[in-house]
């Protein structure tokens, strides 16, 4: 089946130290989307990467870095510059050339930095 | 720049309706709207185009008024599973990639 997997579900970190997200599509989709969910904020977009070996910065993208060497796969580092990391991470994806699709999620990380 | 989403939370029994309005100060080439119950992906409802064009779920309707950069979600007859965080999402009209969101609006149908 066709889908967006993001791991782990729940990631426990101390503060300081760096932490990788994982997502992985097999939906053939041009574009990567990473969001930040907090309470009464909705979904503050990070990054976005429209092809391989290229991304843009979004809204809030201090203390976050990014990487697109694959096409579908979407890594999203959280670094020890984010002042305030814990946090529900939602990665998606869609079509790139008909931009009238929808947007496809994974099911998203929890992080909790300690 | 965020769109923004009013009202921030509704109540209803139901049975009764519901419009939950999105808002942005750019203009727009399409607006999506999504639920997402607690804990889980959002999950699509709709895309509203330039020109009138609607593609998505065929018991929610919307509107969107492209001179005011506007749209409306309309839930009507609500049942117990409309319950959930509705956002609505916009590009912008450079036609990009880029896919940003409003703030969301918490809909909780009560019996």
């Known amino acids: 089946d066709g889908g967006i997997t993001q791991s782990p579900k729940y990631l426990f970190r101390k503060e300081g130290q760096n932490v990788t997200l994982s997502c992985e599509q097999n939906l053939n989709h041009d574009a990567m989307y990473w969001y930040r969910q907090d309470p009464g904020q909705g979904l503050r977009l990070i990054y976005y990467s429209q092809i391989v070996n290229d991304f843009q910065k979004g809204d809030i993208a201090e203390g976050y870095s990014v990487s697109r060497e694959k096409k579908e796969s979407f890594p999203l580092t959280v670094t020890s510059a984010q002042k305030n990391p814990t946090a529900f991470y939602l990665c998606?994806?869609?079509?790139?050339?008909?931009?009238?699709?929808?947007?496809?999620f994974g099911q998203g990380t929890r992080l909790t930095v300690v | 720049q965020q769109p923004v989403q009013s009202p921030q939370a509704v109540i209803l029994r139901e049975g009764e309706d519901a419009v939950i309005n999105c808002s942005s100060s750019?203009?727009?080439?399409?607006v999506h709207w999504y639920r997402q119950k607690h804990g889980e992906a959002p999950v699509f409802l709709m895309i509203?185009?330039?020109?009138?064009e609607q593609k998505g779920h065929d018991k929610i309707s919307a509107s969107f008024n492209e001179k005011k950069q506007q749209s409306s979600l309309y839930l009507t007859a609500s049942q117990l599973s409309y319950s959930g965080t509705y956002f609505c999402?916009?590009?912008?009209?450079?036609?990009?990639?880029?896919?940003?969101f409003g703030q969301g609006t918490t809909l909780q149908v009560k019996p």
């Open positions: 750019k203009a727009l080439y399409s």
């Open positions: 999402g916009t590009r912008g009209s450079g036609n990009t990639g880029k896919l940003i």
């Open positions: 509203l185009l330039k020109g009138g």
């Open positions: 998606a994806s869609s079509i790139l050339i008909d931009l009238n699709t929808e947007a496809f």
